[in-house]
């Protein structure tokens, strides 16, 4: 006892400068575990797939299959309407690589040797983090570009345009923190991806994504109006200056689509990093 | 600077139903390697994860250089280098990538880091590899960029655990040439092994357990002279009456003769010359000799199998007497140890 009060007072009499070195020196982890998977994803590009190919795929696919055959609510052209669900749809679902990923990463010996280093443990999450973070932009920019290309227009200043995607990609960087609690409590990477498919993708598909909502039954319309991914994509055509039928929905998510969508990732991300954090101490506790 | 550089009082470990440790006590002297001897689940691992901040114990103490081990794992951090038995790098990163990723989240500065990446894979001869993914590396590259990155910082401790498990007999040389130049450096060292020809060679002294619990410790000399008396083997070109009186004089005991009168064996001192006095004695009284053995006691499969009861324990009554038998061993080692510290520390 005495010992451990001795110490603590050490510690607090130099308590400044030692905090803010403990700072750099998290910084400095975070960087290098963000460079690592940068890495990693160079050595694997067909990892990438999931953020060029899809999108570009989705975008094109949709806009033609569906194109002619939805009319919206309000009027407007369906190929405007359907980017931000697309855009949505793709960063969702993609989070399920912050899931794997870390999954792959505990059941190899490298946690190990990263433990036994004096670095901030926490690091080896928000590197991965920060990474996927770097691959979602790369996976908007697809999703903008095919879009031009077959015929989007956002009819919006530039802030408010980058104010969608932004929406958007934070809404997605707060579900990567989900996945990452999924991917920490896996039994195996695998079942780590199976959580894109039983999670992610009916919860971008049951909101106002990919169509307006209002032919819907009572019910599910409930469900899509209170749906977070649907103040998502609803804000992000309303930045865009896109068809938004969904504003006709007199419920407060639709009608304050993008404060819904803040409030959301923040309440998201305030639950699932720390979460995530405990869960990786947990699992690598012995 | 602590004179015992790693001190381990009553470790006890369980995983569920598995008694990893028992109350293991050793400390290893500054500069000096320990080996950590024993079988598959003896606890060796257990006890390397627990000193390397990876496993808390359920009871006692684990310090290194002075720091207790559960209460400041971040400052042991700072003073340990770990090779984990089962390579702990990024299989997707280059061998210079993963020496530069271990010294970045070591504060190393850039500049240090790269440096003493390029000088580690120079010494561990890995330079032609150094930009290559590791998935391409064989197990003894593997091995080798894993002790790299243990001394990445050059700390005072480092904990190996079985690094020549699985090498072929040059890298195993190799591995084993590197320690010795970590010692001689000042490096304190905790090996674990399952091989004694490996603990005996690397180690100045030696703990032997199992079942989680300490059953002998010593040097390894004195492990050796416990180990009993050496074995003689001979063959004959033909049987011959006058060989056993032949040889009777030099063996301890008695002298076995084989079904066909063409084997003779018997227990032995390893006194020098032994091997000639056997075949003057023999030819003297004319008898051929084919082949002449001497089973050395260092520290082989045998012994190490007396020492730890083996295989054949299988009920709990079997378990004490085995463990019964060997503390005394235990006993006897510690007391020797004491008298010969001065020496084997010269």
Redesign the interface.
């Known amino acids: 006892m005495t010992?451990?009060t001795a110490?603590d007072r050490v510690v607090e009499g130099r308590g400044r400068p030692r905090r803010v070195e403990a700072m750099l020196?998290a910084v400095?982890?975070v960087?290098?575990?963000t460079r690592?998977n940068l890495?990693?994803i160079s050595?694997?590009p067909m990892q990438l797939s999931d953020v060029t190919v899809q999108p570009l795929l989705f975008t094109v696919l949709f806009v033609y299959l569906f194109g002619g055959a939805i009319p919206l609510p309000g009027g407007g052209r369906f190929v405007d309407f359907l980017l931000a669900g697309v855009l949505t749809l793709n960063l969702v679902t993609s989070t399920m690589g912050t899931a794997v990923g870390l999954s792959t990463d505990l059941h190899?010996?490298?946690v190990?040797?990263?433990?036994?280093?004096?670095?901030w443990r926490t690091?080896v999450l928000v590197g991965r983090s920060f990474a996927d973070l770097l691959t979602s932009l790369l996976c908007a920019l697809v999703v903008a570009l095919s879009g031009l290309a077959v015929g989007w227009r956002p009819d919006a200043s530039i802030i408010s345009i980058l104010g969608g995607f932004s929406l958007v990609l934070f809404f997605a960087y707060a579900v990567s923190w989900m996945a990452a609690c999924v991917g920490l409590n896996s039994k195996s990477p695998e079942s780590a991806a199976s959580f894109g498919f039983i999670v992610l993708f009916p919860m971008t598909m049951v909101s106002n994504a990919m169509v307006p909502t209002q032919h819907m039954p009572g019910w599910l319309q409930a469900i899509t109006t209170w749906n977070p991914v649907s103040a998502v994509v609803a804000g992000t055509r309303k930045m865009w200056g896109n068809p938004n039928p969904s504003a006709m929905i007199h419920a407060w998510p639709m009608q304050h689509p993008i404060e819904t969508a803040l409030l959301w990732s923040l309440a998201i991300l305030a639950l699932a990093a720390p979460l995530a954090a405990h869960l990786f101490r947990l699992h690598t506790?012995? | 600077m602590p004179s015992m550089m790693i001190e381990v009082e009553g470790l006890t470990k369980r995983y569920g139903e598995t008694q990893a440790l028992a109350g293991v006590d050793f400390s290893v002297e500054s500069g000096s390697i320990l080996g950590l001897l024993g079988p598959n689940g003896a606890g060796k691992t257990t006890a390397v994860r627990i000193l390397t901040t990876l496993a808390l114990p359920d009871a006692g103490r684990g310090r290194v250089g002075g720091i207790d081990v559960v209460e400041h794992p971040g400052e042991v951090r700072r003073r340990i280098g770990v090779a984990a038995q089962d390579a702990t790098l990024d299989p997707l990163l280059t061998g210079r990538q993963n020496l530069a990723l271990v010294g970045g989240l070591s504060d190393m500065s850039r500049s240090a880091s790269k440096a003493r990446a390029a000088e580690l894979l120079e010494q561990f001869e890995l330079t032609d590899a150094a930009d290559r993914v590791l998935k391409g590396y064989s197990g003894g590259m593997r091995r080798r960029l894993d002790l790299a990155a243990s001394i990445m910082t050059r700390p005072p401790v480092l904990f190996l655990d079985e690094p020549t498990t699985g090498l072929d007999p040059t890298s195993r040389q190799r591995v084993w040439e590197s320690i010795r130049e970590l010692v001689a450096q000042g490096v304190t060292v905790l090996l674990t092994t399952q091989y004694l020809d490996e603990a005996d060679a690397l180690a100045n002294q030696i703990v032997v357990i199992d079942h989680g619990k300490v059953i002998a410790h010593g040097t390894p000399r004195e492990l050796k002279a416990a180990s009993g008396s050496a074995r003689l083997e001979v063959a004959l070109s033909a049987p011959h009456p006058g060989a056993i009186a032949a040889i009777a004089p030099l063996v301890v005991g008695p002298v076995h003769l084989s079904a066909d009168g063409r084997r003779l064996s018997a227990e032995v001192d390893a006194s020098s010359g032994i091997a000639t006095s056997v075949v003057r004695a023999l030819d003297a009284v004319g008898v051929l000799v084919d082949n002449i053995e001497m089973r050395q006691p260092s520290l082989d499969d045998d012994v190490f199998f007396s020492l730890t009861g083996g295989h054949v324990s299988t009920t709990d009554a079997d378990d004490a007497v085995d463990l019964g038998a060997a503390r005394s061993v235990a006993g006897v080692l510690e007391h020797s140890s004491n008298v010969d510290a001065v020496e084997v520390g010269a």
């Open positions: 010992a451990a110490t020196g400095s982890d960087w290098f575990m690592r890495v990693h050595r694997e190899e010996g490298v190990d040797r990263f433990r036994t280093l004096p670095m690091a506790t012995e």
